[in-house]
Each structure stands twice: as structure tokens, then as C-alpha cells.
């Protein structure tokens, strides 16, 4: 029954709005247009895939002619024909890296780029198979730099370290073995310690200073560390213990006089010490009498700052006696 109040109505009764209810609805119709979500790792892929793989002869042919002309034209081919290898060694280390997977192709092609200025193609290698050490060196680098907080595996031997235990652990693993640091060490070539001090940065969390020590605490671990930082009272000693120093060392230069003093200012306390052949030009005696004037003058230092001084052994600016 359609409503008579309005003559241009054609709303259905409630009952025919039911039965229309029943009705099949397609879910597609009511989808939200929404563009699929970018991933810019398969977006890389495809856009190398288009360049071409060069041919042994091809490579190198190019690499010869870079290396006379260092045309940039020449390098731009060596290097995205190279691209997919990049990829390639970069999934070796993908389980060292479980962050941003791109992170690792960019180091690669950094290490890419430094093979082509490097590579000599009389050598009799292969260009690709030169580049590949260049490619693992700056991934292996990268994660190692950024592996925790603070920086691991700062030298070449450590970097090596690093990329080899994981792998011969699982190897003893596999075999039966236990990966004992022990057994690590004699398989490696290396030290005991070494491998210890290895797997401690590899397979231990870094704490932040600033974390909580509980859930339940405002206090953090920074709160418990050691200040090392002079007080203002052993700022304010080591202050007083300098200037007595200083006011002795003149006292004591007043007694000094002709070969004795010069010796004294211009070796023993100057800022920038003159040799034992200076002095013995100077002084126009041999090296030796200079050295035993010195020794002369330091013993009659000792003896002076222990009568002024008697605890000058327990200040921390005491001079380093000769005996």
C-alpha cells in the first residue's frame, strides 16, 4: 500500500521493507575504494629487475674502458647490472638484521660503489666477484655499528669474529656438539676470551640508564651508578694541595744556583722539557754530567718536600720520584 499523503510517494510499507531486508547483498558493492598498502622493498625489486645482467665479456669490456676514461656513464652500467647481487648478499645477513631490510641493500651498494672505483680489471677477477667482498664489508660493517647502544667489532678481526660464531655454533650444534666457547675458539683460530666477550655483546640486551628498576620504582639505574666527579671539599684540597706545591717548588728553586738551576727550570719543571743534549750544549758539559746533575737535583727534591711535607707521599700531585 503505497502513502496517500503524498501523491509522488513511492515508500513500501514497513512490511514490504522487511521482505527487502532478505534480499542477497553484494559486499563488493560497499567496499571503500582503498589502494593497496606500498611496500617499498618489492618496489626496489621490480624497479632493478629491469635493468639487464651484463655478460662476462660485456662486464668486462666496461670495466676496462672505466678504467681508462673513469667515464661516469661506464660505472653507472657496472653498477646497476650489479644491483641484484646486492640483494643477494644482503639476505645472507638478514638474520643479523631484524630491522628495515632496505638498510642492508643500501650499505651493500654503498660497498657496490667503492668496488667499481677500486676494481682493476688486469688483475684477471671477475668484476662481480671483486665486488662482493666490498658488498659484504659494508653490510657486515653497518650491523655491527648498529647492532647495540654502544659500538661492537670496531676492528677488522672482531668484524670477522662476529659474522663466523654464529655460524659455527650452528654447525657444532648440528653435529652434537656443544658450542662451548672452548671449542668455538680452537675451531676459529682465536681466543677463549674473545669469544666469550663476543657472544656477551651479541646475545645481551642493552639497558637504558634511564629505565626504572621495577615497575612499581621511580628510581633507575642511573641512580645507582658511582659520580665520579670531585667533590666541592676535594676540589677545594686538590686546590690547596697545587698551591703548596707550587709555593715550595719556588722555595726550593732559591736554593738552587748556576748548572743546578738551569738544569731545574728548563728540564725538570718546564712545560716543554729540553733534552739531554740541549742542556749539554748549553751548559757545555757532557750528556752524562747532566743526567747526574738531574738525578742530584731530584733527590735534593725528595729530601725538601719530605722535611715541608711529611704526607706528600699521599697527595695525588706528588712527583714522581726517582730513587
Avoid at 521482505?19 to 626496489?44: G, H, I, M, R, T
Avoid at 660497498?111 to 676494481?119: E, P, S, T
Avoid at 698551591?243 to 719556588?250: D, G, S, T, V
Avoid at 725538570?268 to 738525578?295: C, D, F, M, W
Amino acid at each position: 500500500m503505497k502513502n496517500p499523503n503524498n501523491k509522488n510517494s513511492a515508500l513500501p510499507e514497513f512490511s514490504e521493507i522487511e521482505e527487502l531486508s532478505y534480499l542477497p547483498v553484494n559486499a563488493e558493492n560497499f567496499k571503500e575504494k582503498v589502494p593497496a598498502k606500498f611496500d617499498p622493498l618489492q618496489k626496489y625489486l621490480q624497479e632493478i629487475s629491469k635493468y639487464p645482467v651484463l655478460s662476462r665479456e660485456e662486464e668486462e669490456a666496461i670495466a676496462k674502458a672505466y678504467y681508462k676514461t673513469k667515464d661516469p656513464r661506464l660505472a653507472y652500467k657496472l653498477v646497476v647490472s650489479n644491483l641484484r647481487l646486492v640483494v643477494k648478499i644482503a639476505l645472507e645477513f638478514q638474520k643479523f638484521w631484524t630491522h628495515n631490510f632496505l638498510d642492508l641493500i643500501q650499505e651493500g651498494n654503498l660497498g657496490l660503489l667503492q668496488a667499481v672505483k677500486k676494481f682493476d680489471p688486469y688483475k684477471g677477477v671477475k668484476f662481480s666477484y671483486y665486488a662482493s667482498f666490498w658488498i659484504k664489508a659494508y653490510i657486515l660493517k653497518y650491523i655491527m655499528d648498529n647492532w647495540k647502544l654502544v659500538k661492537m667489532g670496531t676492528t677488522q678481526a672482531q668484524r670477522k669474529l662476529f659474522y663466523r660464531l654464529r655460524k659455527e655454533k650452528e654447525k657444532l650444534s648440528a653435529l652434537g656438539f656443544e658450542p662451548t666457547p672452548a671449542e668455538i675458539a680452537k675451531r676459529l683460530g682465536v681466543k677463549e676470551k674473545e669469544v666469550e666477550e663476543m657472544e656477551q655483546r651479541m646475545f645481551t640486551q642493552d639497558l637504558s640508564l634511564e629505565a626504572p628498576i621495577s615497575h612499581d620504582s621511580e628510581d633507575t639505574l642511573a641512580n645507582f651508578l658511582k659520580d665520579n666527579r670531585p667533590t666541592p671539599e676535594d676540589s677545594y684540597a686538590r686546590e690547596e694541595i697545587l698551591n703548596n706545591f707550587k709555593r715550595l717548588l719556588k722555595e726550593f728553586a732559591q736554593t738552587l744556583t748556576g748548572k743546578d738551576y738551569v738544569i731545574f727550570h728548563e728540564r725538570l719543571i718546564a712545560e716543554n722539557p729540553k733534552t739531554l743534549h740541549e742542556l749539554s750544549q748549553k751548559l757545555g758539559i757532557s750528556k752524562e754530567r747532566v743526567r747526574q746533575i738531574e738525578e742530584k737535583i731530584i733527590k735534593k727534591l725528595k729530601k725538601f718536600l719530605e722535611e715541608k711535607l711529611p704526607d706528600a707521599y699521599y697527595y695525588p700531585l706528588a712527583l714522581p720520584y726517582k730513587d
